[in-house]
């Protein structure tokens, strides 16, 4: 095996260019980034650790790797409403990881930061005997209190969320072969939906922009786990339709041939849509790409679901629970 670059070498070749559209990055050959606060603007910071066969597989491409390090940390600036503004990137490679995926990894990673129009502000690079992981922190601005927090679900308002959701935990499935589709576009496009998630930045930005009250977070836990942060920041309960959840084609046929993939939908986690609670009226400015799939009651932490056969189910983190003819 070649030998690979020190650290400081591979910052230098391979970050550093990524970093030089920022003048607050100093071009990585400082401590830290300089940068100023837009006047008018509240910031917004987050930080998200993933780690190799436990946040992605440490077999999977470089590429989709360094797009889901980035998107992931996207996507709770947009559950806030945010307008991301740069980025700052901690890696420890692990020592007998070629620089070749190293290489692929930073190219990557430099063209998806130009295509979200993010900058690459500084951060740490190490090598480590044990698995390869990265913590990115992500910064973002909003106009003053318009941020989207969880506590803001009230008795009356409906439960909505972007685009489909179980894609991604079906897709883990399929690579893992838990889950055998003879389609091949199907299989494709679940995959793709684990490896490359995409964050709903322009439904964030604007429900932020409507000046109302809206409840909001990322789903990157699974629908039923998450939907009971909500719930508990909230201080209310939900009733959900099964029947309105949003399915891609793939994950409709992943159902069709066994029900028990709705499981996987439900619970599975990595969907990375948004969750959004509300008035109606304000809930179906967002547009075409919002689903409502059930309204928010006065019944603290209890969550149901009336499943396909107009029973009620509770919904646990895990999914189904029981059901009951209540």
Not at 5 to 31: C, N, V
Not at 102 to 131: H, K, N
Not at 259 to 278: F, M, P, R, V
Not at 295 to 318: F, H, P, S, W, Y
Request: include cysteine; charged fraction near 20%; charge should be negative.
């Amino acid at each position: 095996m070649a030998k690979r670059s020190g650290e400081f070498e591979l910052i230098a070749r391979y970050f550093t260019p990524i970093a030089s559209r920022s003048a607050a990055s100093l071009g990585l050959t400082d401590d830290a980034a300089i940068f100023s606060q837009t006047p008018g603007t509240d910031n917004v910071v987050t930080c998200d650790a993933l780690v190799a066969d436990v946040h992605f597989r440490a077999e999977d491409d470089p590429v989709t790797v360094a797009r889901k390090v980035l998107r992931v940390n996207l996507s709770d600036l947009a559950a806030m409403g945010a307008r991301p503004v740069g980025v700052v990137l901690a890696a420890g490679y692990n020592r007998d990881l070629p620089e070749e995926w190293i290489v692929a990894f930073a190219r990557a990673f430099g063209e998806d930061c130009l295509y979200w129009q993010v900058d690459l502000l500084g951060g740490d690079t190490v090598s480590t005997p044990g698995p390869t992981f990265f913590s990115l922190t992500a910064l973002g601005e909003i106009a003053p209190g318009r941020a989207l927090k969880r506590d803001q679900a009230r008795p009356g308002d409906v439960v909505a969320v972007t685009g489909t959701l179980g894609d991604s935990a079906l897709g883990l499935a399929v690579l893992q072969n838990r889950l055998d589709l003879k389609n091949i576009s199907h299989r494709a496009f679940l995959t793709d939906r684990y490896w490359v998630p995409q964050p709903r930045l322009d439904i964030g930005m604007k429900a932020a922009a409507l000046e109302t009250r809206l409840a909001a977070m990322d789903i990157s836990d699974g629908l039923a786990g998450d939907i009971r942060k909500i719930a508990g920041a909230s201080g209310v309960g939900m009733i959900l339709q099964q029947s309105r959840i949003p399915l891609s084609d793939s994950a409709r046929a992943a159902v069709l041939q066994d029900s028990g993939n709705w499981q996987s939908i439900l619970a599975g986690g990595d969907d990375y849509e948004l969750l959004l609670c509300g008035p109606a009226a304000q809930i179906a400015r967002l547009g075409a790409d919002v689903t409502v799939i059930g309204t928010v009651t006065d019944r603290v932490d209890t969550i149901l679901m009336q499943d396909l056969n107009g029973k009620m189910a509770e919904l646990t983190k895990g999914g189904f629970d029981h059901f009951s003819n209540t």
